[in-house]
């Protein structure tokens, strides 16, 4: 039983809001100097199916309006956004490499590597390895980042991602992103899904909350 508290953040390179939770959990946790964070990589099309969930673009409704959310996201946050291309693109290739560079890199260098903006903001296919590599060299090296995409293959790294996957459904996972919070002293998890709850996360854990950091000139909805 910790006496800190804790958040485990279950997201997928895929995920427009896995995305926005990420770059927000790691824009509020430099307030939350007493809560344990950690990112980590799942296969969102495997807890959709284990979930026997939908992805919001294959129902017709919610992708309609995921379109126009994203924008209003965007502008409230400050987050940069430019709906890529490609989409959805294959991202296992991108998590398998996320999972080495959890196992192998400083965490501080991890969250870089998790909060690029390639595939997001600068609409890289990071689906492509090459594309990936690039993406990722500025941060780790052309040499360590070649390296890290051939160990993708690894069985280890392979089955390291199932387990985070089945490990999130077990824990009750719908979508991405997904929060199992603990509080401290205690080990009973509590979910929280989607990268718009952060204030009742906030509240629950009776952290600091600013709100969401406006930008200069709204987006062009």
Same mark, same amino acid.
Not at 11 to 19: A, E, K, L, R, T
Not at 36 to 47: C, K, S
């Given at each position: ?93 991108? =998590?398998? #490499?996320?999972? %080495? ?10 969250? !870089?590597?998790? @909060? +690029? $903006? ?15 590599? =690039?993406? #990722?060299?500025? %941060? ?10 051939? !160990?993708?293959? @690894? +069985? $280890? ?65």
């Amino acid at each position: 039983m910790s006496t800190r508290s804790s958040i485990v953040c279950y997201y997928d390179v895929v995920s427009p809001y896995s995305y926005y939770g990420v770059k927000l959990l790691n824009r509020y946790k430099t307030q939350w100097k007493d809560v344990d964070v950690e990112l980590r990589p799942v296969f969102l099309a495997g807890v959709l199916s284990g979930s026997k969930n939908q992805a919001p673009a294959n129902v017709a409704a919610k992708g309609a309006y995921m379109f126009k959310d994203l924008a209003r996201v965007s502008a409230a946050t400050g987050i940069p956004l430019k709906f890529p291309s490609n989409f959805p693109t294959m991202t296992v290739p991108a =998590s398998r #490499l996320l999972v %080495i560079i959890q196992k192998t890199e400083s965490v501080a260098t991890y969250e !870089q590597c998790v @909060e +690029k $903006e390639a595939y997001w903001a600068e609409d890289q296919d990071v689906g492509q390895q090459e594309i990936l590599i =690039s993406a #990722l060299t500025p %941060i780790l090296g052309a040499d360590k980042a070649a390296k890290y995409m051939q !160990q993708t293959s @690894e +069985k $280890e790294i392979k089955q390291q991602l199932i387990d985070n996957t089945n490990e999130a459904i077990d824990a009750g996972a719908f979508g991405a992103p997904t929060f199992i919070i603990k509080k401290a002293g205690s080990d009973k998890p509590h979910l929280f899904f989607g990268s718009d709850r952060f204030e009742v996360m906030a509240s629950f854990l009776g952290l600091p909350y600013e709100g969401l950091a406006p930008q200069t000139s709204p987006a062009k909805l």
